[in-house]
């Protein structure tokens, strides 16, 4: 298994404002992803942050709005920028300490409201 | 139709009942199947993989049926600590090790 930091756990943002969440894993792992869980709904998969390389974004979100970071195997930063309301949610980061096909490991989640 | 589909519920059941949920994925070619158990403003939490022969732990039993892409989970003597989310979940479309998630379906039991 990996334990996984995440911070902040909570933020109130104001409009126009950009928030960074990080994400620490206390192994190297293969693979990280960030998701949004807006409420009452289910996880929805941002993007794959690539080590050292620019992330691969799902459909629906951009670099530009999401930027991701991932200097090395342990870390990675979600940027969510110019934010609206819309964009409260919660933010959780993903992180698969092998193979492709086995489970992956969860941060505590960040819940931000931008007001 | 969406990648993963779960009755949402929520499903009440007393102390002791016996309650099953159901999950179909739309991806004929999908390897891995989960599910996780998300607990009120908690991130998700593995509850145990799904394997093509079934298989249990404890009071939970899971079970995996490719023709009809189907997954299940069945818990017995439920338990008031029971009461959660359950996420099933499914690996995307290629070897990208992305999660597919469904929306959740949701299990209040009561005393």
Redesign the interface.
């Known amino acids: 298994s990996a334990v996984i930091s995440q911070k902040p756990s909570r933020d109130i943002c104001q409009r126009g404002t950009s928030l960074t969440i990080q994400c620490q894993v206390d192994s190297q792992v293969t693979m990280m992803f960030w998701y949004r869980q807006q409420p009452g709904q289910s996880l929805t998969l941002i993007a794959t942050a690539n080590q050292g390389s620019e992330a691969t974004y799902e459909s629906g979100f951009v670099i530009d709005k999401f930027p991701i970071s991932r200097p090395n195997l342990t870390f990675s930063t979600l940027t969510v920028s110019n934010l609206s309301p819309e964009d409260s949610s919660i933010y959780l980061c993903s992180a698969k300490p092998r193979h492709a096909n086995t489970e992956a490991f969860f941060g505590q989640g960040t819940r931000l409201t931008v007001v | 139709r969406k990648e993963v589909e779960q009755d949402p519920g929520p499903f009440n059941v007393p102390e002791g009942a016996t309650v099953a949920f159901n999950c179909t994925y739309s991806n004929s070619a999908s390897?891995?199947f989960?599910w996780y158990r998300q607990d009120c403003?908690?991130?998700?939490?593995?509850l145990m993989?799904v394997y093509s022969s079934g298989n249990e732990d404890g009071r939970f039993t899971a079970q995996l049926n490719r023709a009809s892409q189907y997954i299940s989970l069945l818990i017995r003597d439920s338990k008031l600590s029971d009461s959660a989310t359950y996420?099933c979940v499914v690996?995307?479309k290629g070897?990208?090790?992305?999660?597919?998630?469904?929306?959740?379906t949701t299990l209040q039991v009561k005393p």
């Open positions: 390897q891995s989960f403003r908690k991130e998700p939490k593995l993989s996420l690996n995307g070897n990208t090790g992305k999660l597919i998630f469904g929306q959740g």
